[in-house]
C-alpha cells in the first residue's frame, strides 16, 4: 500500500500479485462500484483493474479542503 499527500491531494495505491477470488465474489459489501461511488462523492478519481503482471490494482486520488483559516495567497 502507497499513500501519499500534497497541499491539494491525497493518494492511496493498493497493490497486489494475488491470482484473484474465483466464483461471484462476496455477497457482503458493494466492493469497486461502493468505492467508485464514494470517491466521486468526494470529487475524487478511482481505477481498479487487474494488472498486466498479475493480481490486481486500485487507485483513488482525493482532493483535500483547503486548510481553514489559512489564506489561498498563503499555501
Known amino acids: 500500500m502507497v499513500?501519499?499527500?500534497?497541499?491539494?491531494?491525497?493518494?492511496?495505491?493498493?497493490?497486489?500479485?494475488g491470482p484473484g477470488a474465483t466464483g461471484n465474489g462476496s455477497a457482503h459489501g458493494f466492493g469497486i462500484i461502493g468505492m467508485r461511488e464514494r470517491v466521486g462523492l468526494l470529487g475524487g478519481h478511482l481505477s481498479a483493474g487487474p494488472r498486466p503482471e498479475g493480481g490486481f490494482r486500485v487507485a483513488a486520488r482525493l482532493p483535500l479542503p483547503a486548510p481553514i483559516g489559512v489564506p489561498v495567497e498563503a499555501r
Not at 499513500?3 to 493518494?11: K, M, N, V
Not at 492511496?12 to 500479485?17: A, G, L, M, P, Y
Open 3 to 17: 499513500i501519499d499527500y500534497g497541499d491539494e491531494e491525497l493518494s492511496v495505491e493498493v497493490v497486489d500479485d
